[in-house]
Nanobody
Framework: VRLVESGGGLVQPGGSLRLSCAASGFTFSSYAMSWYRQAPGKERELVAT????????NYADSVKGRFTISRDNAKNTVYLQMNSLKPEDTAAYYC????????WGQGTQVTVSS
């Protein structure tokens, strides 16, 4: 099982980023996928989830209306479009296959600062 996140970086408040997570080593289309984030000194937080076919999504209240999770099962990739970013969105972001042990990537850092 391998998950590789990318797309993080430094962005000003109000800006946008698109994170990607490339999956391999398992049947990607069989699993719901989630994005989590963890800020320094804080617990890991669930940000967004999409079902295996992508037909249903859920979001943390803190990102609802600003973030969009999507997936492309043909490319074994899940995305997180982040708009109207705030300093409190600063964190390492991780993707995860729900119910699949060990399915965590190395994370990608998002820093929102002026």
């Amino acid at each position: 099982v391998r998950l590789v996140e990318s797309g993080g970086g430094l962005v000003q408040p109000g800006g946008s980023l698109r994170l990607s997570c490339a999956a391999s080593g398992f049947t990607f289309s069989s699993y719901a996928m989630s994005w989590y984030r963890q800020a320094p000194g804080k617990e890991r937080e669930l940000v967004a989830t999409t079902t295996s076919a992508g037909g249903s999504t859920n979001y943390a209240d803190s990102v609802k209306g600003r973030f969009t999770i999507s997936r492309d099962n043909a490319k074994n990739t899940v995305y997180l479009q982040m708009n109207s970013l705030k300093p409190e969105d600063t964190a390492a972001y991780y993707c995860h296959a729900l119910g699949l042990l060990g399915s965590w990537g190395q994370g990608t850092q998002v820093t929102v600062s002026s």
